[in-house]
């Protein structure tokens, strides 16, 4: 799937702004499956009053500290207590839309990024939540550079 950026609608909600802060930066991606527009939310605080509690196929991020000053992405893709086959499967979504859902957030935010030059050079990790082992790890993207378009 190819980034389209006409398919974003990116919302800052105070105190954030598209400069700013990092710190207590929160994420919360969704889209519509319907009309495949992707919604972002920016704010210090995730916006669980968007996330469709019966699919939870949103994606949560937030930087945190990794060493030094330098920040680590951190984004969180939850899979639940699902049965076996339908946690391959969600997971497997996941996975297959991470990038485009990379780039939605990179671009969403691309404004940051430009005001913290040193954030490009971040590297990404996800956090699969999943009952099943297998599915429930950490799984490293690359770095911010990777997405940006």
Same mark, same amino acid.
């Given at each position: 799937? #190819?980034?389209?950026?006409?398919?974003?609608?990116?919302?800052? *909600?105070? =105190?954030?702004? =598209?400069?700013?802060? /990092?710190?207590?930066? #929160?994420?919360?991606?969704?889209?519509?499956? @319907?009309?495949?527009?992707?919604?972002?939310? *920016?704010? $210090?605080?995730?916006?669980? #009053?968007?996330?469709?509690?019966?699919?939870? $196929?949103?994606?949560?991020?937030?930087?945190?500290?990794?060493?030094?000053? %330098?920040?680590?992405?951190?984004?969180?893709?939850? +899979?639940? %207590?699902?049965?076996?086959?339908?946690?391959?499967?969600?997971?497997?979504?996941? #996975?297959?839309?991470?990038?485009?859902?990379?780039?939605?957030? *990179?671009?969403?935010?691309? !404004?940051? /990024?430009?005001?913290?030059?040193?954030?490009?050079?971040? =590297? *990404?990790?996800?956090?699969?939540?999943?009952?099943?082992? /297998?599915?429930?790890?950490? @799984?490293?993207?690359?770095?911010?550079? !990777?997405?940006? +378009?």
């Amino acid at each position: 799937m #190819k980034f389209n950026p006409d398919k974003l609608e990116t919302t800052f *909600i105070e =105190p954030m702004t =598209p400069y700013g802060p /990092i710190e207590g930066r #929160k994420y919360t991606l969704t889209h519509s499956d @319907e009309t495949g527009m992707m919604f972002l939310d *920016i704010a $210090d605080e995730y916006n669980y #009053k968007v996330i469709n509690q019966d699919l939870r $196929d949103e994606l949560l991020g937030t930087w945190r500290i990794i060493y030094d000053n %330098d920040y680590g992405l951190f984004l969180y893709a939850y +899979i639940g %207590d699902l049965d076996y086959f339908s946690a391959l499967m969600k997971y497997s979504a996941f #996975k297959y839309h991470m990038n485009l859902a990379l780039q939605a957030i *990179i671009y969403g935010d691309k !404004d940051l /990024i430009k005001e913290y030059p040193k954030l490009i050079n971040s =590297p *990404i990790y996800v956090k699969f939540d999943s009952l099943f082992p /297998i599915f429930n790890n950490y @799984e490293f993207y690359g770095y911010v550079k !990777d997405y940006i +378009i």
